[in-house]
């Protein structure tokens, strides 16, 4: 069983759209949840951290964190193609251990 | 830039060399971390080191060995590689368990 699971996409959005990014994981002692951006060639870039349930809310990022469901979110609104990238979901335990997700493919249509 | 960086940037090398890594992150953190980042697979965690201390070592083989001189800066020496081998390599750094931020990472190719 995977730790981290995201669909792989590719998901496609036009331009001024919401994407929708899930993503779910295995270990229910999780502590802190992550997302990142990985442009082709790139390495990943911090979007938003979330720590306890509920929605949490930045510029045009929204994540959204349910433990009982142990799964978590990432809306995008008012998308925009410089948006279209790998969106990696990060889970950490109580320890050291860091999970990825494989990622999920956006491209935003103009 | 994340105040993470990495070199070499490429890196091409045979099987019989040796070759290392170097990461420095100028962020006042005391985690770093190595990922291992190959096509259509999710990111490896490596090592962790927590203030220059190896916290984990996710049963890496031992042709990949890491040193953590300070909590600056972070080495990941190479030597009888494999092709498998070939991938990004990332270099991470936090503060505890916190938000990570990445350095470019290496592309490494092992003929």
């Known amino acids: 069983q995977k730790e981290v699971e995201q669909n792989s996409g590719p998901l496609s959005v036009p331009e001024g759209a919401i994407a929708s990014l899930n993503c779910t994981y295995s270990?229910?002692?999780?502590?802190?949840f992550f997302w990142y951006r990985q442009y082709s060639g790139k390495s990943p870039e911090l979007i938003m951290s979330i720590y306890s349930n509920g929605d949490k809310e930045d510029g045009r990022f929204t994540a959204q964190l349910n433990k009982a469901s142990q799964y978590v979110s990432l809306l995008i609104r008012d998308s925009q193609p410089s948006d279209s990238a790998t969106y990696l979901c990060a889970v950490n335990n109580t320890g050291n251990q860091f999970y990825f997700g494989t990622g999920t493919s956006l491209t935003v249509i103009p | 830039e994340t105040g993470v960086t990495q070199t070499p940037r490429h890196l091409v090398m045979g099987m019989t060399n040796k070759k290392s890594l170097k990461c420095e992150q100028h962020?006042?953190?005391?985690?770093m971390y190595w990922y291992k980042q190959s096509a259509k697979k999710p990111l490896e965690l490596m090592f962790v080191y927590n203030f220059k201390e190896q916290t984990e070592n996710n049963s890496v083989p031992s042709r990949f060995s890491p040193e953590c001189p300070n909590s600056s800066h972070l080495f990941l020496h190479l030597h009888t590689l494999q092709p498998e081998d070939s991938a990004l390599y990332l270099c991470a750094s936090s503060f505890r368990q916190g938000m990570q931020f990445f350095g470019p990472g290496t592309r490494l190719t092992v003929l």
């Open positions: 270990d229910r002692v999780s502590q802190s």
């Open positions: 962020l006042g953190h005391n985690a």
